[in-house]
């Protein structure tokens, strides 16, 4: 198959294009990469990736940026941050991608533990994991052409506990 | 108790504020009032209607629009006025309200069914209504002073079926 990874050079992307790459022909792109390079939270940089990769069989993402910080400490600009980024990145990819996926193709979302399992500091994650998983369940019904669109919820990964200096036991 | 409901004017937010009256203060807010006028997707209109309104036990909110149409044709303006009214409007009566509501007092929020249960043509209420359930669930844990967030999802109701054309049998 030919699967599009998006945010493959992060921590979960890396593992998700080596997972892969065995058996599939696998186009990474992400927000650093010099070749295929994407921006989630800006609708044009989606549509500019999407016309620039040809046919698909499948879409992963494994990118989308939100903020992790005291409610009392979060502005609108981080709201308006993590809609833009981890939500509205990933709802974009699924509505600009179905044209560019084949028949029986998918779609493969990323959102988190803390959509349904919150902490303190999770408020504009929960909402925006929430959120991606709202959308799935029901982008999934009206998707073209028997293309599947689902999300995986992830635990907590060792790498991003230890890059917030949390306890990673 | 004093009690601001907000969508005071709608179809649930009238049942509201007739269940309420009858043993508290009630504070009726809509869109549409003449008295306390609010339009939740502008911060600045929450933000002028708490001043306004004085000390607060409790905040219930049943205003939120969002829009009912196939995957296919909400456009980009359509997913951002959905997040930025049923969302994000009811996202910041909780920012903005903690200081207005006394200790102990709550916030009751509205998302709708749609959230786990969509079909088709929810594809933006129910990302939005699963996103103001992720908020709720994180919101709640930080919440100062034993202030409490919830939100209660209302199946469908006679009216708003009737209001578009639905089966309400």
């Given at each position: 198959m030919r699967i599009l990874v998006v945010g493959a050079t992060g921590t979960i992307g890396r593992a998700v294009v080596a997972a892969l790459s065995a058996s599939n022909e696998v186009i990474s792109a992400s927000l650093r990469s010099t070749t295929v390079k994407v921006d989630i939270a800006d609708p044009a940089s989606i549509q500019r990736m999407y016309r620039s990769v040809g046919r698909l069989n499948a879409v992963v993402c494994a990118a989308g940026q939100a903020k992790f910080a005291p409610l009392a400490q979060l502005s609108d600009?981080?709201?308006?941050?993590?809609?833009?980024?981890?939500?509205?990145?990933?709802?974009?990819?699924?509505?600009?991608?179905?044209?560019?996926?084949?028949?029986?193709?998918?779609?493969?979302?990323?959102?988190?533990?803390?959509?349904?399992?919150?902490?303190?500091?999770?408020?504009?994650?929960?909402?925006?994991?929430?959120?991606?998983?709202?959308?799935?369940?029901?982008?999934?019904?009206?998707?073209?052409?028997?293309?599947?669109?689902?999300?995986?919820?992830?635990?907590?990964?060792?790498?991003?506990?230890?890059?917030?200096?949390?306890?990673?036991?």
């Open positions: 600009a981080d709201f308006r941050f993590c809609l833009d980024n981890k939500l509205m990145g990933q709802v974009n990819l699924v509505r600009f991608g179905f044209e560019h996926v084949e028949d029986g193709g998918s779609f493969t979302l990323t959102t988190g533990i803390l959509a349904q399992a919150p902490m303190p500091g999770s408020a504009a994650i929960s909402l925006v994991n929430a959120g991606v998983e709202g959308f799935t369940r029901a982008a999934a019904l009206e998707a073209p052409r028997k293309i599947r669109v689902n999300a995986v919820s992830p635990p907590w990964v060792t790498e991003t506990l230890q890059a917030l200096k949390m306890d990673t036991s």
